[in-house]
């Protein structure tokens, strides 16, 4: 039973060698010349202003987490595209009622406002 894992032990091997490979060849042949605008934050291509402790709006993470969610279920989508043809009509119609679900689900968030970013 154990050699059922054995690709996924030697795959995680390989990665976790070649990362750290990657971190020690970067740490050991990089140039290192730190400089006042090196060591600033980066933030979005624009110079860091103010306080770093400013309070987000409570719609900065509800956009966030609205966005992950229909993400997840946009992920399957794709298991259904690939055995499309197999379903034939039956699979064309929960995939319809299923997008219906979505869309109902998006319109129910637009009309609390929830993407409204003006509030």
Not at 12 to 24: C, D, E, S, Y
């Amino acid at each position: 039973m154990l050699r059922v894992y054995i690709p996924i032990l030697i795959q995680f091997l390989v990665v976790v060698i070649l990362g750290g490979g990657m971190l020690a060849l970067s740490a050991l042949v990089g140039v290192k010349r730190p400089s006042r605008e090196k060591l600033s934050p980066y933030e979005c291509g624009m110079p860091p202003v103010g306080n770093t402790r400013e309070r987000f709006s409570i719609s900065f993470y509800l956009i966030g987490m609205l966005f992950i969610l229909f993400d997840v279920e946009a992920v399957f989508l794709y298991p259904w595209a690939v055995v499309y043809k197999s379903l034939k009509w039956f699979g064309f119609a929960e995939m319809f009622l299923y997008i219906v679900i979505l869309l109902a689900g998006y319109i129910y968030i637009w009309k609390k406002g929830a993407l409204d970013w003006s509030r």
